[in-house]
């Protein structure tokens, strides 16, 4: 981005734009000290490895994880401020929410006054929050959230002066390639139209010199951000681990799609225009309204880079889906897009209305302003209803299943303190057939087992990945086991257990292990119940 001179006014709407970010973090993430505590397997499958890695294990080698090192960094650096709570992760899922709308704020300012500007990117935040695509916490997709814009601010403020950036531009947004290739790489697509348009771009103008100047600067910020954690894995020994678990793993065990590259691409398509017509058609409407803008006003920015901002937001899109959906937050990865596309369409309506109505905002000011901000907290409260499942509302489903008079903790919390009181040392726990969600975190133990959980692999794919924990139990290798079943007075007879290695697993946990404490809640919307055990 061009240097700015941060003036008075600037640094006010910063400080104005990280105060908005707090409030909204602290009342809407479970990672916030507001709820009892955040339940997303995912983020506590990164804070759990991140804790490993800050504490000597070496990802891929010694614990089985299939996201990239830099979020596993990031969490662990979350675990060092807070380290059996999600303390850490809230202050940086702040700093995340800020990006995003300082980001907004610059994009806003190209087309509108500084005062709607700042609306716009207070509004902003209606396209990051929403559940179910923000559900619990920072996913991978949130952090990758601001970096998207900034590619996008980018070529919309150079778009004169594309494709000869300056040198800083491109080793910023290659180092970012970097980053995020080694954090979930199916979130390139937003980079790869970038360069890709850019190549093209300069090939065709026989300009060898920027050619040259994009590729040794992008090529210097992706080697800084990536380099490093080569070297790092080679000295661990771990390289082969690394490249077998994030990339083939990733490729063959956990892609939903099938089929040929292109036909994955195909399916991409797919699920984007399903999204776009039947789940969110208002989402469709604005995508429409904001390309129409983008290609038929002359004067928002030139003919190339209208085109390439379209394939880069369609890129994007397609490659996020690239090896299929595992959850509404996939979707998250376009809202970006869809920001973008949202300002380009207030933009059309502001050129089209204005002269018709003869209306400015300005004429009312402290009035509009009130009535602005209460018609968005009002949208927040019904596009994410969090607030009703935090501590302001004692015993609610995600706390207990069987709400009592007294109030009740859920079985993180309650199972987390019994490990740490009763254990002689620092706990040894292992997650048993499920996707752990937050017992590592509250007990403070590190994993000792190589694959810590089930994860979201069939078993036939990696039988492996129960056939350790049972080992591990056999030999008592662990003090405490968590199981999670449906609801049920009989934990044997869960349903997810009556595969022949979950019956193997409950033979083993019969003889080697003592029932301790049980908690039945709603996990991620699920009636769940927890089993604790001992070893005896």
Not at 49 to 73: C, I, N, S
Not at 183 to 207: D, H, P
Not at 356 to 376: A, D, G
Request: hydrophobic share 45%; with cysteine; aromatic share 14%.
């Amino acid at each position: 981005m061009a240097k700015i001179k941060v003036k008075r006014p600037s640094l006010l709407i910063m400080l104005l734009l990280l105060g908005w970010s707090a409030l909204l973090i602290g009342i809407f993430s479970y990672s916030s000290p507001l709820y009892d505590f955040n339940y997303t397997g995912d983020n506590n499958n990164y804070l759990t490895v991140g804790k490993a890695l800050m504490h000597g294990m070496v990802t891929y080698r010694d614990v089985f994880e299939q996201k990239g090192p830099y979020v596993y960094l990031l969490y662990g650096l979350a675990s060092k401020i807070s380290f059996t709570t999600f303390g850490g992760a809230a202050l940086f899922e702040i700093i995340g929410l800020w990006l995003i709308t300082l980001v907004t704020w610059k994009l806003a300012s190209l087309w509108f006054r500084q005062q709607t500007a700042v609306l716009l990117a207070l509004a902003s935040v209606l396209l990051v929050l929403i559940e179910p695509y923000y559900s619990y916490g920072g996913t991978v997709e949130f952090w990758v959230y601001p970096a998207i814009l900034s590619a996008l601010l980018l070529v919309c403020q150079f778009d004169q002066g594309l494709p000869e950036l300056p040198k800083g531009q491109w080793f910023f947004q290659g180092f970012l390639v970097g980053v995020i290739f080694l954090a979930k790489y199916s979130l390139l697509g937003t980079w790869i139209a970038f360069f890709g348009g850019l190549t093209i771009w300069l090939i065709l103008q026989k300009n060898w010199r920027e050619f040259g100047r994009m590729i040794g600067w992008a090529g210097l910020g992706f080697s800084l951000s990536t380099i490093p954690w080569l070297l790092y894995f080679a000295w661990q020994r771990a390289l082969p681990a690394f490249i077998r678990v994030y990339f083939i793993d990733n490729l063959t065990l956990y892609s939903k799609n099938r089929g040929t590259p292109l036909q994955k691409l195909v399916h991409s398509g797919v699920a984007l225009v399903h999204f776009l017509t039947l789940e969110q058609p208002v989402f469709g409407l604005v995508v429409v309204l904001g390309i129409g803008v983008l290609i038929w006003q002359r004067n928002l920015v030139r003919q190339p880079t209208k085109w390439l901002l379209i394939v880069m937001m369609l890129s994007n899109a397609l490659f996020a889906l690239y090896g299929g959906q595992f959850g509404p937050y996939y979707d998250l990865a376009y809202f970006p897009d869809l920001l973008l596309c949202a300002l380009l369409a207030l933009v059309g309506l502001k050129t089209w209305l204005l002269p018709v109505t003869k209306w400015r905002w300005s004429q009312h000011p402290v009035r509009n302003n009130v009535l602005f901000l209460i018609i968005l907290g009002g949208s927040l409260i019904l596009l994410n209803q969090n607030p009703w499942s935090s501590r302001l509302v004692p015993n609610n489903p995600s706390v207990t299943l069987h709400p009592t008079t007294q109030r009740q903790e859920p079985a993180q919390l309650q199972f987390g303190k019994i490990m740490r009181q009763r254990s002689q040392g620092r706990p040894t726990l292992l997650t048993f057939d499920f996707l752990e969600n937050g017992f590592y975190l509250t007990s403070g133990a590190y994993p000792t087992v190589y694959f810590f959980e089930k994860n979201n692999i069939p078993e036939t794919k990696i039988p492996a990945m129960l056939a350790t924990g049972i080992n591990a139990m056999k030999r008592k290798q662990v003090e405490w086991v968590v199981i999670a079943t449906s609801p049920t007075k009989d934990w044997k007879r869960g349903k997810n257990l009556q595969t022949q290695q979950g019956q193997q697993g409950v033979r083993v946990i019969q003889r080697n292990y003592r029932l301790v404490a049980t908690h039945s809640q709603l996990s991620q919307g699920n009636p769940t119940q927890y089993w604790l055990f001992r070893r005896k």
